[in-house]
């Protein structure tokens, strides 16, 4: 991220989130996902999202101290 100072685990971690977000989209986007999958994908999505946002206000808490 630019303009914020992070460890390589943290990276890592956040790396990990978008490619598990990636991977979900792409699944997302298949036509044989049936609904309930689709309902499924689309709350680990916002989970995903939650724990990124996390990890980014800590970081720009860390930051100002």
Not at 18 to 34: D, M, P, W
Not at 50 to 65: F, M
Request: aromatic letters at 4%; a positive charge; proline letters at 0%.
């Amino acid at each position: 991220m630019v303009g914020i100072e992070m460890d390589d685990i943290t990276a890592k971690k956040l790396l990990e989130i978008a490619g598990r977000h990636y991977k979900l989209v792409y699944e997302l986007g298949n036509r044989s996902t049936s609904k309930e999958r689709r309902i499924e994908i689309m709350e680990e999505i916002q989970s995903l999202r939650i724990r990124r946002d996390t990890i980014i206000e800590g970081l720009k808490k860390d930051q100002i101290k």
